[in-house]
């Protein structure tokens, strides 16, 4: 499994921090790539077991990176994030010609919300990807904030309106919820699953909290079956990324 730093470009001296878990079994490559969004207190050097989560699930996974988180410069906020996740899905598409049918968006926590508000677009541009799956997804932030300080939390701004743009999500999606969770609780991810429009499953692990989770049970074996239940038809074969995107990115 190699991990590679991948430069998915803004413009010609700016990029949003990538990097690429190729999965290579054998010489056997794979044609499937999943576009990870991490959660709030971490970066793309985080490890997540993701070689394992690679090889399981036989794909090749790229993680960008938030303005503002790691080796990212600026300040985080909702526009940019929403603007280079784009970026990034637009990099993969159009340069190294993924076909939007071999993508499947990921997110977990806080990267749930600019990943639902991604794949909507997408699928009213008639680019549906192939698979949409959440890890501890919320409603929206001021949700979140009713959550925590009550009635106050209304004052709250309603970014990632996840409960409006899960409803025109149209390709498969799987949810999956720590029951002990605290930070955000699993009632987000049933009422989302409620709202879902499209093919739905709702994973719920009754030992997992916001960040223990036995990744085996709770995360791996899950999407293993959601992919493998549904026989996804992957596109066509793609060629290999040049040797030279896989590059510390500029930031």
């Known amino acids: 499994m190699a991990?590679?730093?991948?430069?998915?470009?803004?413009?010609?001296?700016?990029?949003?921090?990538?990097?690429?878990?190729?999965?290579?079994c054998d010489g056997?490559?794979?044609?499937?790539?999943?576009?990870?969004?991490?959660?709030?207190?971490?970066d793309i050097g985080c490890n997540d077991d993701i070689g394992m989560k690679a090889r399981a699930w036989?794909?090749?996974?790229i993680k960008h990176e938030y303005?503002?988180?790691?080796?990212?410069?600026?300040?985080?906020?909702?526009?940019?994030?929403?603007?280079?996740?784009?970026?990034?899905?637009?990099?993969?598409?159009?340069?190294?010609?993924?076909?939007?049918?071999?993508?499947?968006?990921?997110?977990?926590?806080?990267g749930t919300g600019p990943t639902i508000k991604?794949?909507?677009?997408?699928?009213?541009?008639?680019?549906n990807p192939l698979a949409l799956i959440l890890q501890s997804p919320y409603l929206?932030?001021?949700?979140?904030?009713?959550?925590?300080?009550?009635?106050?939390?209304?004052?709250?701004?309603?970014?990632?309106?996840?409960?409006?743009?899960?409803?025109k999500v149209t390709c498969p999606t799987l949810f999956i919820h720590g029951e002990q969770d605290d930070v955000i609780p699993c009632y987000h991810s049933q009422k989302l699953h409620g709202f879902c429009n499209s093919e739905k499953v709702l994973a719920l692990s009754k030992t997992a909290d916001h960040n223990e989770w036995n990744e085996l049970d709770d995360i791996i074996l899950p999407v293993t079956n959601f992919i493998s239940d549904r026989a996804f038809n992957i596109g066509a074969d793609i060629k290999d990324i040049p040797q030279v995107l896989c590059k510390p990115p500029k930031t």
């Open 3 to 24: 991990k590679k730093p991948l430069a998915a470009l803004k413009s010609e001296n700016n990029s949003v921090p990538c990097f690429l878990h190729e999965y290579n």
């Open 28 to 42: 056997v490559k794979s044609q499937l790539y999943i576009l990870w969004s991490h959660g709030n207190a971490e």
């Open 58 to 61: 036989k794909a090749n996974i």
């Open 67 to 110: 303005q503002g988180y790691g080796i990212s410069p600026g300040s985080p906020s909702v526009s940019a994030i929403d603007r280079d996740i784009r970026i990034v899905y637009d990099f993969m598409t159009k340069m190294l010609q993924i076909p939007s049918q071999n993508i499947i968006l990921f997110g977990r926590s806080i």
């Open 118 to 127: 991604l794949c909507r677009k997408l699928c009213s541009e008639a680019k």
């Open 140 to 167: 929206s932030i001021r949700d979140i904030a009713k959550d925590i300080a009550g009635f106050v939390g209304f004052i709250a701004p309603k970014y990632w309106d996840s409960r409006s743009n899960i409803q």
